[in-house]
């Protein structure tokens, strides 16, 4: 018997039908169907694909998860039916959040939809960020100040492209640039022009089709309690942010 054979049982009886009437429902003979659920014969990816979409779960849980562990009515459901995996809490029923820290940041463009990446990554707890699937995510560079390199940055995930506001911050996942986090200015058709809010970097594009996932600032998690200069038009932050700024122009008319 193979996981997979006792996961398409245990989803079968717990949805109350019959090996005939799934067989049906894939277009398939009964006798075909019962080999795979007894582990006599392996399903080719035509049928792996049928039965993930009949129960609206996705192809790796089916074959690397247990599925007798998890309420499968709990998972978040994405497009191409993949997920963000349940969602778990603590004993005082407060949500998981999973922490992507720079060590395994590298990883996460090839991990997220790996459901033993995703688990094995550090999960906390934060009582006050109320429903939704969150996720922490680290900041790099001097882009989005306050937010220092190091700091996390914990979002909700966006289950569709409509949810998105103009001049609200996200972490964006895209195909060409990973992992960013930036204000959306979405003015474009069909892509969505990034910014930062330090003005010495440039906006961008970034096309629909190339963002994999969306996740709506909550929250961060710093390590700085130092007193903002902002307030300030002399201060040194100002003046540097200044000359990168000159600098940029000036190079623009070479």
Partial sequence: M????????????????????????????RGRYAKY???????????????????????????SVDVRKIDT????????????????????????IEVVTQKVKAGYLNGYADPEYIESLLQISLPFLGPGKHRGFPVEGDSMPPHEDGSIIVGRYVESLGEVLDGRTYIFITKNEGMVYKRLNKNKKNA????????????YEVKASDILE?????????????????????????????????IREISSKI
């Avoid at 659920?37 to 792996?48: F, K, M, V």
């Avoid at 459901?77 to 995996?85: D, F, G, I, Q, S």
């Avoid at 710093?222 to 040194?236: A, E, F, I, M, T």
């Fill in 2 to 29: 193979s996981l997979f054979s006792d996961n398409i049982r245990t989803l079968r009886v717990n949805h109350k039908i019959s090996q005939e009437k799934l067989a049906e429902n894939l277009c398939i003979a």
């Fill in 37 to 63: 659920e007894e582990g006599r014969s392996e399903a080719p990816y035509d049928i792996l694909k049928k039965i993930a979409h009949y129960y609206h779960i996705s192809i790796d849980l089916l074959l």
């Fill in 73 to 96: 009515e709990d998972l978040l459901k994405l497009e191409n039916n993949r997920l963000v995996l349940p969602i778990m809490v603590d004993r005082d029923g407060e949500n998981f």
């Fill in 192 to 203: 969505l022009v990034l910014e930062s809010d330090n003005t010495f970097y440039p906006s």
């Fill in 214 to 246: 969306i996740w709506e600032y909550t929250c961060n998690i710093g390590r700085n309690d130092k007193k903002s200069d902002s307030h300030n038009p002399n201060s040194l932050l100002d003046l540097i942010i200044k000359m990168r700024e000159e």
